[in-house]
């Protein structure tokens, strides 16, 4: 029985038993409605356009409603040319507005096509939920028209909206919020695994998307915790960051997406490294900068700048924190600079780059009075943007280590086993955790670095956990025995650049090891499924994302255009619906092209688990919150029968 107080506080809001009455058969209705459709998404790395795509497609779920609606009606091709219009509306209509013989007539058949689908996907929510979500200025019409009924006599009203619409000009505009709509209404839950930065140029594109929109989590993935640790001032996770994406020549994003100020890197790069080509630093162009063309000589030059001032600063975070095991990737201590070679684990390789002016053989670690300086405006660029601390505020306050929704376990890499098969015991601050305690602690520790520090502590120091978690192969975000990053730039053998990947790996072949994870997570085996990104699926290698027997699924999206070759597609999503759960197989997003026109590629529908039943919100977490809701409002309601609550009307 809820407290008294409560119920007090309830009645402010359900005065009299009529209120609550009426509140009670609202929810238990909506209970017996659909379970709402799932989206998972992982390893966005900054790639918006494809991303924006994905969401706005439903990843191929949109494209499903169009074939269950106009399959037996419309040909390939004209639903091809719905689903265009759904994903692009100002591009589709531009296009049809050339090619239309008579465009108001093409625009009142879309108009009637839209609302047929408009009234497919919205119809597992309530009616007051719909019109909540529909766009302000057309809201009125499009209630009308999404709930027509089949009289006769109505349906020249219906048609006299439509064509007044187009008498007034207003088409386009109602097309344009129709397929807003349809594609905001496709999928009620968004789950991001991870990996919304780096290697791309928009991630804060992407980061504005998210915070405009409802329905969002983020599981975070090693990318997302190293621009977390970089907010919180952290050295080495600041160093690292902006390596990345000068690496990836993503200057438009650091300086003008961000206000970075990348000025004094750049000018000690062309100054230490003036004779320098920097021939193993040249930068990964995915995309060229619109505002902020660097010469790809400097971006080279910079690019060696940074790795080199990383490698000196994660020297020190290794030697302040023995605890984390790291000694071994010390390598700048490992150079013989007489004979321009460098051991790593015992073996002595030559270093094909020996061009090292700003590292003392005696102190390796110590930066020059000028790197510290490219430190220090870095530190003050990053914690000051305005831009980019609202970001991590919202990653911090939407994300998480791992998620449980719905009976499902969703994180971005992996659990940490032993070669045994067992889940490994890792110390933090003289105690042992394993399993899901492991992650529920990391997902403590992260959270108290961005919060207040006791005393003589700071917020960076803190984060060091963050850079831990980047590259320790006790990392559930890494998932690999080390990060080769050194060897790549100096070592040209390129046996010294392999990173062996975990047990996890290896034992998610088996459904057993399936099992101990979802019931170390209090979830049940028998219908649990868990979802993870992090590693993309090579098909191209035979690889499949279906893992554990079905209980599984690796859903890397595969996204970022650095990974096509790798793995021969853009990778997966996944959905899960009322009834059943999906693999999306994508291809690689194709933009926009010179002439106006574009390629929308349809997704390959793998269906991967049929639901026994059709799954109800009284299924969900959403009922179960609902449910004792009902209760509260239930003994409320016995509360004005019995006198003990005034009833007021």
Known sequence: MPDIKYLQLLAEKYPNRRRARTEIINLRAILALPKATEFFLSDIHGEYDAFHHFVRSGSGMIRMRIDEVFGNILTESECDDLAALIYDPEGEMARRKKSEHDFDAWCKVSIRRLIAICRVVTNKYTRSKVKKRLPQLSSYIMDELLFADDVTDRHKYYDEIIDTLIEYGAAKEFIHDLSETIANMTVDRLHIIGDIFDRGPKSHVIMDYLMANRGIDIQWGNHDVLWMGAACGNRPCIATMIRINVRYNNFDMLEVGYGFNLRPLASLAEHIYKDDPCEFFKPNVLETNRYDPIPPELAAKMHKMISIIQFKVEGQAIKDHPEYHLEHRNLLEAIDFEKGTVKVEGVEYPMRDMNLPTVDPADPYRLTPEEEEVMVALESSIINSEKLQRHINYMFSHGSLYKIMNGNLFYHGCMIFNE????????????????????????????????????????????????????SEDSPLFGKDKMTTFERYFIADKSTHKEHTVPYYRLIEKEETANKILKDFGLDPNTGRILNGHVPVKIIKGETPIKANGKLFIIDGGISKAYHKTTGIAGYTAIFTSKHMYLAEHQPYEPLREDGTQTFHKPVMHLVHTMPERLQIKDTDNGAELREQIANLEALYDKFVSGSIREIY
């Open 420 to 471: 045994r098969g067992n889940f490994k015991n890792v110390e933090i601050d003289g105690a042992k955790y394993r399993g899901a305690a492991y992650l529920r602690k990391l997902d403590q520790m992260i959270r108290d670095a961005r919060g207040k520090q006791p005393a003589g502590r700071t917020s960076a120091e803190a984060a060091s956990i963050m850079w831990y978690l980047w590259l």
